[in-house]
């Protein structure tokens, strides 16, 4: 298992890096942790020196935790040079390894849920290509978060080992950095809450140990995780968008009444513009496996639910339920979850794509998304949308114009099939009853032509000549990637095959 598990976790990241724009300062606010990640590393070079100084720098909104996640990034790219170039590339490496840490666990945990290394394999390859992950490796903006959420109830119930002293120190500090590595993650206590809850239990029916022992080691978690939130927490004070308290900055941004929140909560799961379920088709048939799931896996089950229903519920206090990046952006960390739920649900069920034929469907539409979203830079529609109009959250996040879908689509065939005329974005409008006469046509206010924006994203697939070393180790990483998935499929098929006969 530990084998193919590195086998799994290297080839996702090799196509990962392999179809990345191999850069991250322009993805949401992750120059600012960057920026602090440097000064941070420049502080302990210093002090190696016993020169006691941290160069200044903006406080990130999100506090320390992530930039010091993003420390070594920034020290091993300053082993070959201190370039910027250098430093970027190699901080766009930390969303790609954690996205692809995270696909692994889903590998290793749906394997053992549906005693399956075919489901195991299909769902992990699964979450890393047909949702929303795929985008999110590298914008960035939320993956820590993710990872961090996933290990933490994996080390609390995803096996059976008993409860040692690594485990619970390791379990604090993946509970400290799921709550505490953003603003947000504060919708996330339910879920960290009753993952810690369900370890202990399980801990004290093992008799394995005494219960002085466990309560120790309790208190000891406990104060890791408190001590982690509060020193974040007060970092992230010291940012602009949180200095002047959190009711205060709360109050602004509030939804205005409850019929908001919850066409704000609908809206996160079926909006086309920002639904999860557009951007994760997969968490349809997770959802609608959660009955059966319940009855194999209900610490799974319940997790899951917290994480989701958390994450939504708090995501719809606020009119920003949903931004300009790339679909649900804070429910990203509800995707990998869900599709653990799924595999739950199929446990006992042997995979065969006759009968999983909608499985099949929701995959291939999320490939399709999931690759859209991959190929363009999500920025390019913000870009397009503040130039044509007075662009709106209301509008990113409900407007069929402002769909990324349909626009990155749009980008695609403009990318494939260059034309010389102009392409105007967004489409005209249809007036509602005309006056008589008049044409129920009404073009844009201020039309963008958007062929500058057909360029993809990834840095293999950009202009330029094939001799680029970055180039030919990008199309290296890709071929070994591929194959390495393409022959741990192959050996699943000939183990299957054998088990049959």
Known sequence: ?????????????????????????????????????GALASGFTHALHLQFAVPPFVWPRHGLLESAIEVPFVLAARLFDRSAQTTDRALSLEPMLATAWMCTIVFVWARRL????????????????????????????????????????????????????????????????????KANSIYLVPAVGFALLTFAARARASHNERVLALAAKATCAVAIIGGVYLVNSHFRARSSDYGVGFWTAFKHIAVDSPSTFVLNFVATALSLNKGLFVYAPLTVAAIAGTRRAWGHARHVTAFSMLTLFGLAAGSSLVFFWADETWGPRYLHAAVAPLIVLLAASRRGVPLRWRTEWPLAILAAAGLFVSGLGSLFYYGNLHVVAMTASEATLEGLQSDPAWNPVRFDFELAELWLE????????????????????????????????????????????????????????????????????????????????????
Request: aromatic share 12%.
């Open 1 to 37: 298992m530990r084998r193919s598990a590195w086998w799994f976790f290297v080839a996702v990241s090799l196509v990962y890096i392999a179809m990345s724009p191999l850069s991250i300062s322009g993805m949401g606010y992750a120059s600012e942790s960057g920026g602090a990640a």
């Open 114 to 181: 549906s005693g399956s290394a075919a489901w195991g394999f299909s769902l992990g390859v699964a979450t890393a290509f047909t949702t929303m992950a795929w985008p999110y490796a590298y914008i960035g903006l939320e993956t820590t978060q993710s990872l961090f959420v996933l290990l933490t109830a994996f080390l609390a119930f995803g096996d059976d080992a008993p409860a040692t002293w690594p485990r619970v120190l390791g379990l604090a500090a993946c509970a400290s950095v799921a709550i505490s590595v």
């Open 418 to 501: 260059p034309r010389a005329e102009p392409v105007l974005w967004p489409p005209s409008r249809h007036r509602w009853f005309p006056a008589p006469g008049e044409s129920g046509i009404k073009p844009p206010d201020k039309p963008v032509d958007i062929r500058p924006f057909a360029s993809p994203q990834p840095y293999l697939l950009r202009n330029g000549p094939w001799s680029d070393p970055v180039r030919l180790c990008c199309s290296s990483f890709l071929v070994i990637g591929l194959l390495m998935l393409v022959t741990a499929a192959g050996g699943l098929s000939r183990q299957r095959a054998v088990t049959t006969t």
